[in-house]
């Protein structure tokens, strides 16, 4: 997978936490991902489609979550609740929007995200491999992964 389908969505979810959330953040070294398993009990799963195809996954702690939503919705979330799942959203639906700015692809659409709690699996594509990002903000660790295949000629 080359940077430039990468790199949108990194600098997105960079861009969300300086300007937006207002969280230092911190890029880890990337490494290739084997199993499905998410690593983290919150995901949000951006589906591409058309010239390329896969998913995106920002996955972090309950812990975190409830940290980073509350500084989004500049309130105490305690709880895993709809407020949580639709304020994780809403992060997911900017990082989403401020990827497709910058995304090499005209014939490509980004889905609706999706938000995912609890211990589970993320559906990768089959055969395209993932690519994870470990992230260190001062609320805790997320990981961004990445895992999409060119299709146009």
């Known amino acids: 997978m080359e940077a430039k389908y990468i790199n949108p969505f990194i600098k997105a979810v960079q861009n969300l936490f300086t300007t ?10 990337p490494e290739l991902k084997k199993e499905a398993s998410a690593p983290y009990e919150v995901s949000s799963i951006i589906g591409l489609s058309g010239g390329v195809v896969g998913c995106v996954v920002v996955s972090l702690s309950e812990t975190v979550a409830l940290q980073l939503a509350s500084v989004l919705t500049g309130e105490t979330l305690t709880k895993v609740d709809a407020d949580l799942t639709d304020a994780i959203g809403e992060i997911a639906n900017m990082i989403a929007g401020n990827a497709k700015t910058d995304f090499p692809s005209e014939n490509c659409s980004i889905s609706v995200p999706s938000v995912v709690v609890g211990r589970h699996n993320i559906s990768y594509p089959s055969g395209i491999p993932i690519i994870s990002i470990p992230c260190k903000t001062d609320k805790g660790p997320l990981v961004i992964e990445v895992a999409l295949k060119v299709m146009e000629v």
Do not use: D, S, V
């Open 20 to 29: 937006m959330i207002e969280i230092p953040f911190q890029l880890e070294k």
